[in-house]
Structure formats: C-alpha cells, structure tokens
C-alpha cells in the first residue's frame, strides 16, 4: 500500500503514561521547530493529547500552531520567573483538536539570565509541568499523552530545563556535513544532566532532516548517523522540502498547510514511528 493510505488507516496507540520529549539540538536551522511542530500536529491528528511548550525566545513554534505570542501576553517566561502556572498560558492550538501550545514571546529571552539566581532554576519547567497534570487530573481533564518542548539553539539554562523536565531527548540533525560534530557537545551536556540532574534522561529519537536524496553527501551523513546511534535513528527521514519551509508564512504547519506533500507525509510517517516504538522504561 502506498505511504499516503497506510498512512490514512493507521492508528496511533497511546503511550503508557506521558512520554515528555525535549527538542534539542544547540545548533540553529536543524529543523527543531519544525519537527517539534509538525511531529506533535501529527501525533494530535491520530488521537493523541498533545502539548507543545514553545521554550525558544523566537517563539516560532508558537507562530506555526497559530497562537498568538505578542510581548504583552502571558507566556513561558511568566510561568519560569513569576510562578505562573502553565494552566494560565496554555492555548488550544487550530492546528489541531487535542493540541495544546504554551506559547513563548521574546521575553523569555530574558529569562536565560533572570534564572540565574533563582532557587531550583534547573528545575523550574519541571515542576511547573508537574502541578499542570495535577491540575489537569483534579478538573478530569485526559493525561497528555505526549509534551515536546521545542528547545532555542543554546545549552543555556531554557535547554537545562528542558533537559530537566524531559524523560527523552528527541534530536533533529540535518543531514550535512559535520552534523555529528555538532552533536558531541550537546551529548556531554546531556551525560552530565544525567549525572547530576535527571538520571533517567535517554536520548530516544534522532530523525535526518532536510535530507537532499539526490547527493551523496546526505547518503554519505545518514550512514554515519545510523551507524553511531542504530536503535535511535528513525527510519524515516524528512527531505528536503520547499512546503515545509513555506508554512509558517502562513501560521500554519505543513500537514493542514499542504497535508499531501512529500515534506507532510513523512513527518506523519516519523510521528506514527515514534508512537510505536518502545517507550524508555525506569
Ligand atoms: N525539511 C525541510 N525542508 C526545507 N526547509 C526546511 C525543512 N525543515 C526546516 N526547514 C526550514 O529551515 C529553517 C530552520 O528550520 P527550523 O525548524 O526553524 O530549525 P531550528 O528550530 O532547529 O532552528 C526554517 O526556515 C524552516 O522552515
Ligand atoms: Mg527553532
């Protein structure tokens, strides 16, 4: 059966209890937001409650869920410095039914460095998610099934909080030249929040983005990659694709924006990957 259909007919079984991916990568352009984005739309489409947490400054994950995230609303940064709580900020994203975005605004710039001083600065998404599915519970309100937090491009203390609040590590690396490079630093960051912070942290998910099947440079990167991380990696890869690129122009995500396209396809096909492969167990 072609992609598009078996697609169409799969079901996306719920995780055991809530799977909470942090997006990472400290290098910019790599396809974070974008896998963030259009990996938790996909998982929501199949059934599943979802909740994105927009933790870069940018807030280009809030922009393509189309929520707005204008300075003067309550966001991420009120929940980390003010003791908000995420109840307060969280929208329903029109990306999806069953999809939920915190939105971040450039405040939370910021916050890299208000954090500094405060008490458990490490720890702050992390509990701040916790009273959120106590709140949810008490108002019966259905377990998330899935939160993936869309990290900024830096090891700063948005990343460690993420790192922190997270079980997974779910890791986009563009198919170029020096992509494993790039990863070595972000490993050492995540060994020592293992060691001193979240002992049970796994990097569980690595997916090739921006894969350009025509070279053999892209080959050549995803042989690597496979061969250093072989039971991380997807199977699927996500090419290259101008649709992907040109939906949030339009606040939208690739899978309403042109749900058939190549770039649409095989980010449903990453989502549905994601969601049968075992989950990391204590
Ligand atoms: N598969 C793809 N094909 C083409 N363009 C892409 C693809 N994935 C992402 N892009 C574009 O590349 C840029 C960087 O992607 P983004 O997801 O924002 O990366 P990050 O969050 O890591 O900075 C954006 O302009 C995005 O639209
Ligand atoms: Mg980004």
Redesign the pocket.
Known sequence: MELRKRLEKATFAAPEKTRIMAVA?Q??????????VNVAVALAKGGLNVLVIDS?PQG?ASTALGIPHDPEIASLYDVLIEDEPLSAIVTPSPEAESLLCAPATIDLSGAEIELVPMVARESRLKNALADYFTEREEQGLPRLDYVLI?CP?SLGLLTINALVAAREVFM?IQAEYYALEGIAMLWKNIDLIRKHLNPDLVVSTILL???DARTRLAAQVAEDVREHFPTQTLDTV?????R??E??SYAQTVLNYDPNST?ALAYRAAAHEISRRPEPKN
């Open positions: 990568n290098k910019g352009g790599v396809g974070k937001t974008s896998s963030a870069d280009n869309d491009p986009p983005t921006m894969y996500i090419p290259r694709s101008v992907i690129s939906a949030p770039g």
